[in-house]
């Protein structure tokens, strides 16, 4: 039974992160719709989102709206927002658009505005995640920043990440995993996965099954494995590991403790 309390606690917040990303962004598009409006309520880009939603939705054979528009840095250019979470780049006057990312050229070098925006909305919705859905291994000193996890028992690269997870925390960085497993929520890795989130010692088996012990499974209905594969999803994890920092960037596959360190600014 005391197992049991200590999941229920925990369950409340394991069905939360599928609605965390709708939540972050319906709250992210009402401020930019409200920010588009002039101060008599009138939307000036209004012409402009009648024209590409028309096009939009004659091009696709589906509906597509436009949930916000923002001014860029680039004269002429256009944030563009779309119902479905896309993001164009269109002239004013709604003549034309493009899909991909916007760079900035600053001190000789390049930005990419678009993925810093991407930052910005995956920290929003990274920080509303309980850190008690998460198996976390902490430094024994000071925490001088964190990362976040996506990862999966049968990864190779997860493995390899894994064992430098003291390293990690010997240069005061904190390691926060969630459940992603690659082959899906049907696989054997699923179910590896929910027996290290079900284990009293969490920690211990997830280390034990990375390692490639064989635990009898517990695929108890409270793991968290299938809201945290939807979260991966939704913030757009293709593979393991997916390392996000605490800024929302977000680092595809295995980097070494050391390069982690620095791309943290800790060396």
Not at 130 to 140: C, D, G, R, W
Not at 203 to 224: F, R
């Amino acid at each position: 039974m005391k197992r049991k309390n200590r999941f229920s606690r925990r369950w409340l917040h394991a069905v939360v992160p599928t609605q965390i990303v709708c939540v972050a962004m319906i709250v992210l598009l009402s401020a930019a719709v409200a920010a588009r409006a002039d101060d008599d309520g009138v939307n000036p880009y209004q012409a402009l989102e009648d024209r590409l939603s028309k096009a939009l939705s004659g091009g696709t054979g589906n509906p597509v709206g436009v949930a916000a528009v923002e001014k860029t840095e680039a004269d002429g250019l256009l944030e563009v927002t779309l119902s479905n979470g896309m993001m164009v780049y269109a002239t004013e006057s709604g003549g034309h658009f493009v899909v991909g990312d916007l760079y900035a050229i600053r001190g000789g070098g390049l930005v990419n505005l678009a993925e810093q925006k991407r930052e910005i909305d995956r920290k929003a919705v990274m920080d509303n995640v309980e850190l008690a859905q998460m198996i976390v291994f902490s430094p024994k000193g000071e925490t001088r920043d964190y990362i976040s996890v996506f990862t999966d028992v049968t990864c190779f690269y997860c493995q390899k990440l894994h064992r430098e997870v003291e390293d990690l925390n010997d240069r005061g960085i904190e390691v926060r995993y969630l459940a992603y497993p690659r082959a899906g929520l049907d696989s054997d890795g699923a179910k590896k996965l929910a027996t290290a989130w079900c284990a009293d010692n969490q920690q211990d088996s997830l280390t034990q099954l990375k390692a490639g012990t064989v635990l009898p499974v517990d695929d108890c209905a409270e793991a968290p494995i299938a809201a945290q594969y939807q979260l991966g999803v939704d913030l757009g994890v293709r593979g393991t590991p997916a390392i996000i920092t605490s800024g929302g960037q977000m680092i595809p596959g295995y980097r070494p403790a050391a390069d982690i360190a620095q791309m943290l600014g800790l060396n």
